[in-house]
């Protein structure tokens, strides 16, 4: 049994920052990459950020310069600091990670977080 836990979202205003946090817990092995997705109403979930094992990263164009991802392995736990925050980033940002028990290996998702630029 594996969970991921995010926490870290709100309303905060246009150019403000945010931190999310992603916390797996459970019969973990070892986990491999790691990510943050995101889904604004009506429109379809998008990779946002990911990040190896081995601290390779990758982002959504929308988001370069603007956001960075991150992870502690002996904490099994992926952050996303978000900074120059815009209204279209309005949208519920969900957790993910390709994850080994010692019974197989999945990809997991965490429940989501509300994140709401608005002034």
């Known amino acids: 049994q594996v969970q991921l836990v995010e926490s870290g979202g709100g309303l905060v205003q246009p150019g403000g920052s945010l931190r999310l946090s992603c916390a797996a817990s459970?019969?973990?092995?070892?986990?491999?990459?790691m990510g943050w997705y995101r889904q604004a109403p009506g429109k379809e979930r998008e990779l946002v950020a990911a990040i190896t094992s081995g601290g390779s990263t990758n982002y959504a164009d929308s988001v370069k310069g603007r956001f960075t991802i991150s992870r502690d392995n002996a904490k099994n736990t992926v952050y996303l600091q978000m900074n120059s925050l815009k209204p279209e980033d309005t949208a519920v940002y969900y957790c993910?990670?390709?994850?080994?028990?010692?019974?197989?290996?999945?990809?997991?998702w965490g429940q989501g977080t509300q994140v709401t630029v608005s002034s």
């Open positions: 993910t990670g390709t994850i080994s028990t010692i019974f197989r290996t999945s990809d997991y």
């Open positions: 459970g019969s973990i092995v070892r986990i491999h990459t």
